[in-house]
């Protein structure tokens, strides 16, 4: 059995979905943090909930009783995607990230530590790569100056996780998600937040002057690589999930705009604390080891992000 947490969010709903479709026994937890609506946590359960072989529990991954039902069930594979999201707003609430990610987290090796799990599998960022300005980022650089309260959380994180791997002889494969785009995205992420203006004939905030860059990788690619993973336990290893393509801020909205076939009014701010200039994935060890292999392009993308967005919204 896979225990998944944050099963209701982005990323964790489109896990369960593909583990549902492959034969999976799956248990998902999720606390439906207020960060943003209930209402769409639970469309995206309504998805798979149903499914016999899925069983969901809402609680909290820093309550004692998450650790007891860890130790009770003793799922197999344990994949960690609950967190408190995004930079600027680790910014304003610093406190409340630390207690999610870094509690949160501690509270599922304790209870681990005691059972022979046999692959822990973690969802670290891009964003602990700081403001390296070697690129690619690969996961042998250095990644000790994060620029956000987010991203020190994260690298908090690995840190933990690897330190109970050397005591504990846990099974753990880390994976730094690099900028994640798809349907059912969340509402403040920046892909989203563009169409939604662009549709509703609102200006596009950017900040910055569009030269700053993302490596945005498919929702699709990342669970694939997750997926690998699962199915490869490591002894303890990290991973970058990227598509190795980056497309600056201007380049996004002028494809944007192609797409959606609305003219665009952009709107500039000044670059915003906590914010990198480029992120730029080398997956050629997610290549080796996962056999990961990014199949779609940001072009192709967007038009399946749009259509969504015109099917759920328009």
């Known amino acids: 059995m896979i225990l998944v947490t944050g099963c209701a969010g982005f990323i964790g709903s489109h896990l ?3 583990l549902l479709k492959e034969g999976f026994q799956v248990t998902g937890i999720d606390n439906f943090d207020p960060f943003y609506s209930r209402d769409i946590k639970n469309k995206n359960l309504s998805i798979f909930n149903s499914d016999k ?3 969901f529990i809402e609680i909290d991954i820093r309550s004692a009783e998450f650790r007891d039902l860890l130790l009770d069930i003793k799922p197999e594979v344990v994949v960690h995607l609950a ?3 995004g930079v600027r707003p680790s910014i304003d609430d610093p406190r409340k990230y630390l207690d999610v990610n870094v509690h949160g987290t501690l509270n599922i090796l304790e209870a681990i530590k005691s059972y022979s799990i046999e692959n822990f599998v973690f969802a670290s960022s891009s ?3 700081g403001g390296n300005v070697k690129i690619p980022y690969s996961e ?3 990644v000790d100056n994060p620029v956000s309260p987010y991203a020190a959380t994260k ?8 330190n109970y791997h050397h005591l504990y002889s846990i099974p753990s494969s880390l994976h730094r998600f690099f900028t994640v785009y798809g349907p059912r995205q969340r509402p403040e992420m920046a892909i989203h937040k563009f169409v939604r203006a662009i549709y509703n004939h609102e200006p596009v905030p950017l900040f910055g002057d569009g030269s700053s860059s993302r490596d945005y990788t498919f929702i699709s690619d990342i669970v694939d690589g997750l997926i690998s993973s699962i199915q490869k336990p490591q002894s303890y290893e990290i ?3 990227g598509n190795s393509y980056t497309i600056t801020l201007s380049g996004l909205i002028d494809l944007l705009e192609k797409v959606t076939g609305v003219p665009v009014k952009r709107e500039y701010y000044p670059f915003q604390p906590g914010d990198v200039m480029k992120t730029w994935s080398d997956i050629s060890k997610s290549k080796k080891m996962l056999s990961y292999d990014p199949q779609v392009p940001i072009e192709k993308g967007i038009e399946k992000f749009v259509q969504w967005y015109r099917d759920e919204f328009l």
């Open 16 to 18: 369960c979905e593909r």
């Open 53 to 55: 072989s899925f069983q």
């Open 83 to 85: 967190a408190m999201a």
């Open 127 to 129: 964003s602990v790569y």
């Open 140 to 142: 042998e650089d250095r």
């Open 155 to 162: 690298k908090m994180c690995e840190l933990m996780i690897y």
């Open 239 to 241: 991973f970058n999930l």
